[in-house]
């Protein structure tokens, strides 16, 4: 291992093999998404799909490999043990850092089927990241704010109907989605902002794991609540952390849950039915804020880093 090696050489180092880790099989993956373009025979595409697969997994593996050889990590990991390769899964997560996909495609690798993410259309730009992701079927959403929805009514159940229309390409292929239901990356200042009731976490949104539901909720064999503590990197950019070296531990809890059904006619026409789910969630989210509190205890924290819990009337 390399963590001996200055901080700025290991940043420059751990750059360079993630960018050519990346474009090889990025590469592969697009070459593959050409060809299921041209040929839409079922079989076929069933086939490169499977092969596209095999090589994100081959990119998460050698995720770990850069890892292992510029940074002496531990990896705390618990909850993998019922997990089945040919089954479907929807997956919930914290979400703490860019670190996190390469963390969880990693640790999930050999567990579940491939991730697949829910992404900004935005992201479709991005060189070989979005042309790879696109090949891999994973759907690019536009959200649509209120304010256009307000100018074009039209415009309602948009992203509902993309959802149904890249999850239809999951049916025939055991697939796990995660969403990040915080939809977006977890800091002290955004949870403030928020007003967040959690001491770790940022309110939860309900509407991208309904819309997944929605879509395919009967085909999931479970819902995964995937929990992420960086230790070393409380308050830090845990991306950052890691290209430096200084990432000792990362700790990962997996917990199998069974899958809500969601009615999406009630969901998007009935406010209480909407507020059942979310509540739903938040509850989920509550039992997640403390199983972060306690890991931060267990895995020596500093105490300037751990936060009192919100009183009952901020909640």
Not at 69 to 79: F, K, R, S, T
Not at 132 to 156: E, I, V
Not at 212 to 224: D, I, K, P, R, V
Not at 271 to 280: G, H, L, N, T
Request: charged letters at 25%.
């Amino acid at each position: 291992m390399l963590n001996f090696l200055p901080g700025p050489v290991l940043y420059f180092l751990s750059t360079l093999l993630l960018i050519i880790n990346t474009v090889v099989w990025a590469s592969l993956i697009i070459i593959g998404g050409i060809f299921k373009l041209l040929l839409p025979i079922t079989l076929v595409r069933n086939g490169l799909t499977h092969v596209m697969n095999r090589f994100m997994w081959a990119w998460a593996t050698c995720n770990g490999g850069i890892l292992y050889l510029l940074a002496d990590i531990e990896w705390d990991v618990e909850g993998l043990e019922n997990l089945d390769k040919h089954s479907w899964y929807l997956l919930i997560s914290n979400h703490l850092s860019g670190f996190d996909i390469a963390a969880q495609t990693y640790v999930l690798r050999n567990h579940i089927p491939m991730l697949k993410f829910f992404l900004k259309k935005e992201l479709l730009y991005v060189p070989f990241l979005g042309l790879g992701c696109w090949s891999l079927d994973m759907p690019f959403m536009t959200r649509t704010s209120p304010a256009k929805l307000k100018k074009n009514p039209k415009l309602k159940g948009k992203d509902l109907k993309t959802t149904r229309r890249a999850c239809e390409k999951f049916r025939n292929m055991p697939t796990s989605i995660i969403n990040y239901v915080e939809g977006s990356r977890f800091t002290e200042e955004k949870r403030i902002r928020q007003d967040s009731p959690y001491r770790y976490l940022l309110r939860p949104k309900a509407g991208g794991i309904a819309f997944a539901l929605s879509a395919m909720g009967e085909q999931f064999t479970n819902l995964l609540d995937v929990t992420l503590v960086y230790p070393e990197a409380i308050k830090k950019d845990a991306l950052d952390e890691v290209m430096h070296g200084r990432m000792k531990k990362i700790v990962v809890r997996v917990k199998v849950l069974p899958v809500p059904k969601v009615d999406n006619k009630r969901y998007f026409a009935e406010a209480a039915y909407r507020v059942e789910f979310q509540r739903w969630l938040n509850e989920i989210w509550e039992q997640k804020d403390e199983e972060i509190h306690q890991l931060m205890l267990k895995h020596n924290v500093p105490s300037e880093h751990l936060i009192e819990k919100p009183s009952a009337s901020n909640q």
